[in-house]
Structures are given as structure tokens and as C-alpha cells.
């Protein structure tokens, strides 16, 4: 795969140009607001490319075929928790998915009536590097989808032919969330807690977009949403919808956050009675990070292999970076960690991986999930990055917490080499940087299938070791380049 260029045919004025019509576009949006200040003549808390990300069809084929294998890794997922709990797997998988979680989640999680249930988007988040793609985590709650919507709908308009087209986004979403019920016009609410309010702009770009195309659709807030005998409605003052009965409630909150939402108990009361439908659904076993480490786990491979199939477990097989839970309990004498070897030797204590050179140490600390150090690259430590003090002090912190966040060990990938353009607004200027990138595509599931409604991309300047949204990271679109 070759690297992706900035358009050659596109002159220095064209791109300011470009540049400055899609900053105008996003006059207003709070896109991302809570992540950085947004000053100046710049609208976005991010930089802006004059044009999209550019792939070629190779790796565009790639991204694509993954949405149905990472559909049935779900799946399996969702199965081996709830056999694990029935005991026909092995107990140790509830008991490390249901580490730290409250008795409220794990009731949900646990009812029948919810069993086959499965989050509605799936976004993995995609390193190219030089050896194929690597995914380094999976997310079921993504933000990003409604910030991609407005990118998409800037680049569009100045003729760029992207990925999921102009509405892969809207309609994606909404095949997804509301192809379930069977109301004539459904309304969609999405409800955004305080936790996760620096996406509350996006969302509220996404219900104005759904809303332009006849969907009814409304972000709110929790405290917006009223409890009757017959379900959830907007109560919402001079807003629309106010006193609609609410038909599908579309969680952008954290479970571990529940304690401090408004109104949670009403909620889930409601979803309990099957008054309204929540997706994605009260099951915290599917946005843990220590999945991955599972599925690699030897002894599940037979039943990863039987339940998702050769060719869709050989696919994740390829893509998912190896991975084990930070399990401080000591082992036999005669046990080792599978696949974990410092200088040479198998890991038998994790005390042999706090005593790890930097290079032994490309690897990365994570918090598994259910705690507000589990996204937004919080609480994540990477080894050759750091001292090799730092380094014990995260492998110590890590297992401290195996009670109520356990944490997952990670092989480090280390992206490949792009180049990007963006525009200065400070300086006036256009600019390129050699960068690393993460690409994020959001598959929309419906039923048995998988539809790929577009592609956000991140890119960092190389000494950046963690690819996420940042002040002067761009992110833009992706286009694919025949």
C-alpha cells in the first residue's frame, strides 16, 4: 500500500480555500467542545485538512470486509459471557467480566429478554502499519460519528466523492437504530449525560441532520426525559418533540457512570419493561477492552473458532494485537503467561515485566472498561515511552486495580508513515506533516449484516505515540483513491 499524498493537482490558494469553506462551515457546531478551547478564526478544536484522507482500494477492501467478521466476534462474545455464566464455559470469563461492575449492570446484563441484544454501531479503531492493519481497541459507544457527519457533509459540498457518501452516516444510524421498532415514525432520542458532554455538539449536529430528512430525532439531556406509565418522553421546553413518547433511546452514556445521571432509575425501569428500546444495550461484558485478551486466550480457542468460524476467526486473528489481563493472583510454579517473554524467559510473576528494557517494553497499559480512565486515552501507559520508573509504577497501578478496573497488557504496533496537509489559520499558511494515523470506520448493524457508513480519520506527528484527537492533530474524512 502506497503512502497517501496530498492532491499534486491542487494548488496552495485552492486548499486555502477549501480549508477556510469547511472552517466556516463548522461555525457554531461545538464540535468536540471539552477538548480543547476553540480561539481565533478557527472553528474546530482540531486542525483541517484542505481534502479528505486518501486510501486506495486495497486497503479500503480491507476495512470494508472486517465490519461482518467483527459482527460475529460480538456475537461470540456476547455468548461466552452468558454461557460462562451458566456455566458451560469456564467462570473465570463472568468473573473477570464482572470485576468492578454494580449489581444493577450485572442484573441487566444478565436477563433473558436482552440476550441476543448487541450494540447498534461498532467502530474499531484501525493502526495501518507497515505489516497489515492492527485493531488496538473496539469501542460499542463511540463518539465521533456525528463529528464525522459534519465533516462529511463540508467535504461533500466542496466535491469530494468520500467514503459511506454524503448520508452514510445519517442513514447508517438510523437503519440501525430504528429498523428494530415497528412504530410508523419512530423518535429517536439520544440521550447525552453530563460525563460525556463534550460530545453533545456532534449529537446535536447528527439529530439536526436526521431531522432534515424527515427522521424524527432529538438529542437530550437526561434530565429532558420523563417517566409516565407508558414509557420515556421529551420534557423539554420550546424544544421539538416536547411531550412525544419516546421510542428508541440511544445510550451515549457509560455504565460506570450511572449513579450520576438523572433520572437513571426511571430509565432503566422503563428499558427493564421494554417501554422503550436502549441501544446500545446495558451490557458492560461488551465494552471491555479485555475481549481481545479473551480471544486470545488458548483455552477459548475451540470455542472462538466454533462460534465464529475459520474464516472470520482467522481474519480477527490477524488484526487483533495479542493481549492478557493483568491478573495479579500468583501463578503454580510450573505455569507461565502464554506468548509473554522478557529477556528471553516466560513471564511467570509480572514482576519480570516491571524489570523489562524499553525496547522488551513496546507495550501498553489499558484500563479495560467500566471506569473514566477507560476511553479518551486516559489511564493508558505505553512502555518504550516512558522511564523504566514510570514504567513499574504503571505495572503496579494496574494491578492494584484488578478489583474494580482490571487492566489488559497490550503488543505496541507502531503506526505507518503518512503524509498530511493542513491549514494555519494563525500563519495563513498550508502545511504538510509526516504522520501517524488511526482510521476509525463505523459499522451499522442490522440483523445479520454490517454497513460501513463512513471513515474518521486521526493523524499525529510521529513522535506522538498515542493517535487520538488533540488540538493539533488533523482529522478529516477518508476518500478512497482508485
Same mark, same amino acid.
Given at each position: 500500500?502506497?503512502?497517501?499524498?496530498?492532491?499534486?493537482?491542487?494548488?496552495?490558494?485552492?486548499?486555502?480555500?477549501?480549508?477556510?469553506?469547511?472552517?466556516?462551515?463548522?461555525?457554531?457546531?461545538?464540535?468536540?467542545?471539552?477538548?480543547?478551547?476553540?480561539?481565533?478564526?478557527?472553528?474546530?478544536?482540531?486542525?483541517?485538512?484542505?481534502?479528505?484522507?486518501?486510501?486506495?482500494?486495497?486497503?479500503?477492501?480491507?476495512?470494508?470486509?472486517?465490519?461482518?467478521?467483527?459482527?460475529?466476534?460480538?456475537?461470540?462474545?456476547?455468548?461466552?459471557?452468558?454461557?460462562?455464566?451458566?456455566?458451560?464455559?469456564?467462570?473465570?470469563?463472568?468473573?473477570?467480566?464482572?470485576?468492578?461492575?454494580?449489581?444493577?449492570?450485572?442484573?441487566?446484563?444478565?436477563?433473558?429478554?436482552?440476550?441476543?441484544?448487541?450494540?447498534?454501531?461498532?467502530?474499531?479503531?484501525?493502526?495501518?502499519?507497515?505489516?497489515?492493519?492492527?485493531?488496538?481497541?473496539?469501542?460499542?459507544?463511540?463518539?465521533?460519528?456525528? @463529528? *464525522?457527519? =459534519? $465533516?462529511?457533509?463540508?467535504? +461533500?459540498?466542496?466535491? &469530494?466523492? %468520500?467514503?459511506?457518501?454524503?448520508?452514510?452516516?445519517?442513514?447508517?444510524?438510523?437503519?440501525?437504530?430504528?429498523?428494530?421498532?415497528?412504530?410508523?415514525?419512530?423518535?429517536?432520542?439520544?440521550?447525552?449525560?453530563?460525563?460525556?458532554?463534550?460530545?453533545?455538539?456532534?449529537?446535536?449536529?447528527?439529530?439536526?441532520?436526521?431531522?432534515?430528512?424527515?427522521?424524527?430525532?432529538?438529542?437530550?439531556?437526561?434530565?429532558?426525559?420523563?417517566?409516565?406509565?407508558?414509557?420515556?418522553?421529551?420534557?423539554?421546553?420550546?424544544?421539538?418533540?416536547?411531550?412525544?413518547?419516546?421510542?428508541?433511546?440511544?445510550?451515549?452514556?457509560?455504565?460506570?457512570?450511572?449513579?450520576?445521571?438523572?433520572?437513571?432509575?426511571?430509565?432503566?425501569?422503563?428499558?427493564?419493561?421494554?417501554?422503550?428500546?436502549?441501544?446500545?444495550?446495558?451490557?458492560?461484558?461488551?465494552?471491555?477492552? @479485555? *475481549?481481545? =485478551? $479473551?480471544?486470545?486466550?488458548? +483455552?477459548?480457542?475451540? &470455542?472462538? %473458532?466454533?462460534?465464529?468460524?475459520?474464516?472470520?476467526?482467522?481474519?480477527?486473528?490477524?488484526?487483533?494485537?495479542?493481549?492478557?489481563?493483568?491478573?495479579?493472583?500468583?501463578?503454580?510454579?510450573?505455569?507461565?503467561?502464554?506468548?509473554?517473554?522478557?529477556?528471553?524467559?516466560?513471564?511467570?510473576?509480572?514482576?519480570?515485566?516491571?524489570?523489562?528494557?524499553?525496547?522488551?517494553?513496546?507495550?501498553?497499559?489499558?484500563?479495560?472498561?467500566?471506569?473514566?480512565?477507560?476511553?479518551?486515552?486516559?489511564?493508558?501507559?505505553?512502555?518504550?515511552?516512558?522511564?523504566?520508573?514510570?514504567?513499574?509504577?504503571?505495572?503496579?497501578?494496574?494491578?492494584?486495580?484488578?478489583?474494580?478496573?482490571?487492566?489488559?497488557?497490550?503488543?505496541?504496533?507502531?503506526?505507518?508513515?503518512?503524509?498530511?496537509?493542513?491549514?494555519?489559520?494563525?500563519?495563513?499558511?498550508?502545511?504538510?506533516?509526516?504522520?501517524?494515523?488511526?482510521?476509525?470506520?463505523?459499522?451499522?448493524?442490522?440483523?445479520?449484516?454490517?454497513?460501513?457508513?463512513?471513515?474518521?480519520?486521526?493523524?499525529?506527528?510521529?513522535?506522538?505515540?498515542?493517535?487520538?484527537?488533540?488540538?493539533?492533530?488533523?482529522?478529516?474524512?477518508?476518500?478512497?483513491?482508485?
Amino acid at each position: 500500500m502506497s503512502n497517501c499524498q496530498t492532491d499534486t493537482g491542487t494548488s496552495t490558494e485552492q486548499a486555502r480555500i477549501r480549508a477556510r469553506a469547511i472552517n466556516e462551515g463548522l461555525a457554531g457546531t461545538k464540535l468536540h467542545q471539552g477538548m480543547v478551547e476553540v480561539t481565533g478564526e478557527q472553528n474546530t478544536p482540531f486542525r483541517i485538512s484542505p481534502e479528505p484522507f486518501w486510501i486506495d482500494r486495497t486497503l479500503y477492501d480491507e476495512i470494508e470486509a472486517l465490519g461482518p467478521h467483527l459482527l460475529k466476534f460480538y456475537q461470540a462474545a456476547n455468548r461466552l459471557y452468558l454461557q460462562s455464566v451458566r456455566g458451560s464455559q469456564p467462570d473465570w470469563v463472568r468473573d473477570y467480566l464482572e470485576r468492578g461492575k454494580s449489581e444493577t449492570v450485572i442484573d441487566y446484563q444478565r436477563m433473558n429478554r436482552f440476550r441476543t441484544h448487541l450494540p447498534a454501531i461498532i467502530r474499531p479503531d484501525i493502526i495501518p502499519t507497515d505489516d497489515g492493519l492492527i485493531i488496538s481497541e473496539l469501542d460499542s459507544v463511540p463518539g465521533g460519528f456525528g @463529528l *464525522l457527519t =459534519a $465533516l462529511t457533509d463540508q467535504y +461533500a459540498r466542496l466535491g &469530494f466523492d %468520500l467514503v459511506g457518501g454524503p448520508d452514510g452516516i445519517p442513514d447508517g444510524f438510523w437503519g440501525a437504530v430504528a429498523a428494530p421498532i415497528e412504530a410508523e415514525s419512530p423518535l429517536v432520542a439520544i440521550v447525552v449525560s453530563d460525563e460525556s458532554d463534550s460530545y453533545r455538539g456532534e449529537m446535536e449536529w447528527l439529530d439536526a441532520r436526521l431531522g432534515a430528512s424527515g427522521r424524527r430525532a432529538v438529542a437530550l439531556h437526561p434530565r429532558e426525559v420523563a417517566f409516565r406509565e407508558s414509557g420515556l418522553y421529551v420534557d423539554r421546553e420550546g424544544g421539538p418533540f416536547c411531550g412525544d413518547r419516546i421510542d428508541v433511546l440511544y445510550r451515549f452514556f457509560e455504565l460506570f457512570d450511572l449513579k450520576n445521571i438523572p433520572k437513571i432509575d426511571l430509565i432503566l425501569y422503563a428499558v427493564r419493561k421494554e417501554l422503550v428500546r436502549a441501544t446500545p444495550p446495558i451490557k458492560s461484558h461488551l465494552e471491555e477492552k @479485555l *475481549l481481545l =485478551a $479473551l480471544f486470545c486466550h488458548g +483455552a477459548l480457542k475451540e &470455542f472462538w %473458532l466454533q462460534q465464529m468460524g475459520k474464516a472470520s476467526y482467522e481474519a480477527c486473528l490477524r488484526v487483533f494485537p495479542q493481549s492478557w489481563v493483568m491478573d495479579p493472583r500468583p501463578l503454580p510454579p510450573h505455569a507461565v503467561i502464554p506468548g509473554l517473554e522478557i529477556a528471553g524467559k516466560p513471564v511467570s510473576d509480572w514482576a519480570q515485566v516491571k524489570q523489562a528494557t524499553q525496547r522488551e517494553r513496546e507495550l501498553v497499559l489499558k484500563p479495560s472498561g467500566f471506569s473514566p480512565l477507560a476511553w479518551g486515552s486516559r489511564g493508558v501507559v505505553i512502555g518504550h515511552d516512558v522511564s523504566a520508573e514510570e514504567w513499574a509504577e504503571g505495572v503496579d497501578a494496574a494491578l492494584s486495580l484488578f478489583e474494580r478496573t482490571p487492566y489488559v497488557l497490550q503488543r505496541f504496533h507502531k503506526g505507518r508513515q503518512f503524509s498530511v496537509s493542513y491549514y494555519d489559520f494563525d500563519r495563513g499558511e498550508l502545511k504538510s506533516m509526516q504522520a501517524r494515523v488511526r482510521l476509525c470506520p463505523y459499522f451499522f448493524v442490522s440483523g445479520e449484516t454490517t454497513r460501513l457508513g463512513g471513515i474518521l480519520a486521526t493523524a499525529v506527528s510521529l513522535e506522538k505515540k498515542v493517535i487520538h484527537g488533540m488540538s493539533d492533530a488533523v482529522m478529516a474524512p477518508v476518500a478512497v483513491r482508485d
